[in-house]
């Protein structure tokens, strides 16, 4: 059963990602994390992870906005690290209250259309990527963090999934050689269900794929602030208990 249920779960968080930029790690590492525990779940859930952005990256290379690649995406990759870097140190339930609190808030925001009304200049581009990924390194959800910080900006659906994915690889290509090098046995022992969630979120990430070209633009938003307001619900409910 607890296979079924991570294949299921893979093939999910693969199809949610696929429309929205995040998701396989919202709805992986939690799920393993309770039979194997957190640090072990995180390493675990990486390479899906990784597999799974490879390929949307492949498949939207075309419509990356380069420029906010060049700038929100490095400084969130970098404040990402330093938030995982410190989060590994200094850990608080109160962080988890602030970030789920913040995406509430933010998915609240673009569910009422009031986010149209806000939007993030080029001047603040790096100071946006920069927190987004401190906060989100700090807690272990980046991806959450990032998409809710891109609604700021004026992006068609494809473009939005395809920017996302590219700084997620980013992210992925500097966690990786450090999971690799600080827990290899974690990748032995879990080979199996990495294998199931592998292809899980590659058969999601395909049939998400094929979705996402059919979403109109008007509901492309509200999909994804309904993602991120329901990802701080689960993370303040999980924190609450």
Do not use: C
């Not at 850990?91 to 789920?100: F, H, M, R, T």
């Not at 927190?131 to 494809?158: C, P």
């Amino acid at each position: 059963m607890t296979t079924v249920l991570l294949f299921v779960a893979a093939i999910l968080g693969g199809a949610i990602a696929a429309l929205s930029g995040f998701g396989i790690g919202s709805v992986l590492t939690p799920l393993l994390a309770l039979s194997v525990g957190t640090k072990q779940a995180v390493v675990a859930v990486s390479i899906p992870h990784l597999v799974a952005t490879s390929i949307r990256f492949w498949s939207l290379r075309h419509n990356i906005d380069r420029h906010l690649l060049k700038n929100f995406g490095i400084a969130s990759a970098g404040g990402g690290l330093l938030g995982a870097w410190l989060g590994s140190r200094f850990s608080s339930p109160i962080l988890a209250y602030i970030l789920g609190g913040l995406l509430v808030f933010a998915g609240f925001m673009g569910l009422t259309g009031l986010s149209k009304k806000m939007r993030f200049g080029k001047k603040i581009v790096w100071l946006g990527g920069a927190l987004s990924g401190l906060l989100g390194g700090l807690v272990g959800n980046q991806g959450g963090v990032r998409s809710a910080a891109m609604l700021g900006f004026n992006l068609e659906a494809k473009t939005f999934v395809a920017t996302a994915t590219a700084i997620a690889l980013i992210v992925d290509g500097a966690r990786m050689p450090i999971y690799f090098f600080t827990s290899p046995e974690t990748v032995h022992q879990l080979a199996a269900s990495i294998s199931i969630m592998t292809v899980g979120v590659t058969i999601g990430t395909l049939a998400g794929g094929r979705v996402l070209a059919r979403i109109p633009e008007n509901y492309f938003r509200r999909l994804v602030s309904l993602l991120i307001f329901a990802l701080g619900i689960v993370m303040l409910s999980s924190v609450a208990k």
